[in-house]
């Protein structure tokens, strides 16, 4: 039997995914597709629907629907409950069930470029406020992380999500972010700033201390900005394709019962693509 799987948004088009879950099937030799489905908001019950009715075994979902579907869901995760959000769902016994990998995803690839990093993690500076900064705090307060400094261009949306986490993150002004650059041993940005057709990312590094991580997840280009400062400074950069990579891994699994590999191979195939 040919199981289907999807990536469902609005628009669809420019997504990676089916390049990697294509990838993985033909690896592993299944018998299953993964096809991008363009489905606005306001259809997301009738897609639903379809899901249930067995036409597909699972799939991803992607902007502007991850809050849009979790009402929907059977059974949410710990970590999709969390996120307020979900990005992968599956069939289980009848019952349609929803987590969100993104956390996941983000980890599993700093683990992988820079290991022991949260040993050696004093203070981390997060920028953003949005469903991308959640994940990544998500992920970083899991690790035992206990200092996260926020900074966002809207202050009330920073004030909000660190009440999320209360004594763990902080809220900070946008006008300070230079300094904190120097007291912080990770810098994450999960703005959509210095992505191909968005602004560049303005941040002073002048006090980043050698050693810093930086990882940005923007992945188009592969190598923004910030991350060649980051370079230039003997900082370490952590680019944004490895978690789009990552975060896929528990979905196959699911649909497939494979667990899939993010090889050098995988990524190559995606580089050529960006
Ligand atoms: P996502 O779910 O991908 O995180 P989002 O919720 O739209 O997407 O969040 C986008 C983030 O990028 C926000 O932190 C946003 O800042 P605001 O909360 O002030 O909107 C940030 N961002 C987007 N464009 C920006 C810009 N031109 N300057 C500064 N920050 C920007």
């Known amino acids: 039997m040919t199981r289907r799987c999807f990536i469902i948004g609005h628009p669809v088009a420019h997504s990676r995914s089916p390049l990697i879950h294509g990838h ?30 067995g036409e597909f075994v699972g799939g991803n979902v992607t902007v502007p629907s991850k809050e849009v579907v979790l009402p929907l869901l059977d059974e949410a995760s710990a970590t999709a409950r969390a996120m307020g959000a979900a990005n992968t769902l599956w069939m289980e016994n009848g019952r349609l069930h929803g987590d969100n990998t993104d956390a996941y995803g983000f980890l599993a690839h700093l683990d992988a470029c820079v290991p022991g990093w949260a040993q050696r993690s004093v203070a981390a500076l997060v920028l953003g406020a949005g469903g991308a900064a959640r994940a990544v705090i998500h992920g970083l307060v899991a690790r035992g992380l206990r200092r996260i400094l926020l900074v966002n261009r809207s202050p009330e949306r920073a004030l909000e999500l660190a009440e999320a986490f209360p004594k763990v993150v902080e809220a900070r002004a946008w006008q300070e972010v230079a300094a904190l650059v120097g007291e912080s041993s990770l810098i994450v940005n999960t703005t959509s700033l210095g992505m191909h057709g968005q602004p560049q990312l303005e941040l002073d590094l002048s006090a980043l201390r050698p050693g810093t991580i930086v990882d940005d997840i923007v992945y188009v280009p592969l190598e923004t900005s910030l991350l060649a400062e980051a370079r230039r400074r003997g900082g370490i950069p ?26 050098a191979a995988l990524r190559a195939k995606l580089e050529a693509d960006i």
């Open 24 to 53: 993985w099937l033909a690896e592993h030799g299944l018998a299953g597709s993964y096809e991008r489905v363009d489905v606005p908001p306001a259809e997301m019950p009738s897609f639903i629907a379809r899901l249930r009715a």
């Open 238 to 263: 952590v680019d944004g394709l490895g978690m789009l990579l990552h975060q896929a891994v528990p979905g196959f699994e699911r649909w497939f019962g494979v667990r899939p590999q993010v090889t």
